[in-house]
């Protein structure tokens, strides 16, 4: 295809449809974003599944300092893609029990495949869903929600989120995910496109440690109304829930 034929076909009103329609047929991880992004599953913010070993090192680190090798850990890894995150946090808690959630089953597979691969160890579980309503509560020492409550194609910030990403679906899956933390627990947040200070559940934690900006990554802030809230800039970071 030539570069013009290119540049014509991104102009027209049928583009959407056929790179649809392109992405089913190359399969892999592109099948997958078609597949999330034409059925729309309850409980999908971010389609994409893109992920690596060891990729958010100063959360990890924190976390590390916060809980440190104490026996009978139990971490959540909501949105764990293909398991990189899980193997990661494996290898810096190395008796803790993990468990990664994922809405994408052929994730989920590629997560148990590697599970198998790596001998099946019996303290790391993958499960396939799409929110956290069946976890127990109070059941967890940290929660991970990396890059989940986001939707790359809002980086153009436009004015407001939907249909795109619902921040009122996303305040009410947070507010599920305090609910598994213990008193005292750690819940991790990165490249969200609203601010957890935002969110009324809030108020029951404390911030741990807050992330940097990356200048090079754009992740747009919107207010629970989903507008666009031009000029601030996310708090991700790592954050403890109070102690009652």
């Known amino acids: 295809m030539t570069h013009r034929l290119r540049a014509w076909l991104k102009r027209t009103p049928l583009f959407p449809v056929l790179r649809l329609l392109n992405d089913l047929r190359v399969g892999g991880d592109a099948r997958q974003i078609a597949l999330l992004t034409l059925l729309r599953p309850r409980g999908l913010f971010q389609p994409s599944g893109t992920t690596q070993t060891n990729r958010y090192p100063d959360i990890f680190a924190q976390v590390k300092a916060q809980l440190g090798d104490q026996p009978g850990l139990r971490l959540l890894s909501f949105g764990c893609s293909t398991g990189e995150e899980v193997f990661t946090l494996a290898d810096l808690f190395p008796t803790a029990s993990i468990r990664g959630i994922d809405i994408a089953a052929a994730r989920i597979r590629a997560c148990r495949a590697r599970w198998r691969r790596a001998g099946s160890p019996p303290r790391l579980e993958f499960i396939r869903a799409g929110s956290t309503e069946q976890e127990a509560s109070g059941h967890y020492d940290a929660v991970f929600a990396m890059a989940v409550f986001r939707h790359g194609a809002l980086g153009s910030a436009p004015p407001v989120c939907q249909p795109l990403f619902d921040p009122v679906a996303a305040e009410r899956a947070l507010t599920d995910l305090a609910r598994l933390l213990k008193p005292g627990g750690l819940l991790a947040l990165r490249h969200a496109n609203l601010r957890f ?42 954050y403890r829930k109070k102690r009652v």
Not at 210 to 231: A, E, S
């Open 197 to 238: 200070s935002d969110l009324s559940i809030a108020a029951a934690f404390e911030p741990v440690y807050l992330c940097p900006p990356l200048p090079k990554i754009v992740t747009p802030i919107y207010g629970v109304d989903g507008r666009l809230r031009p000029g601030l800039t996310g708090d991700d970071g790592l």
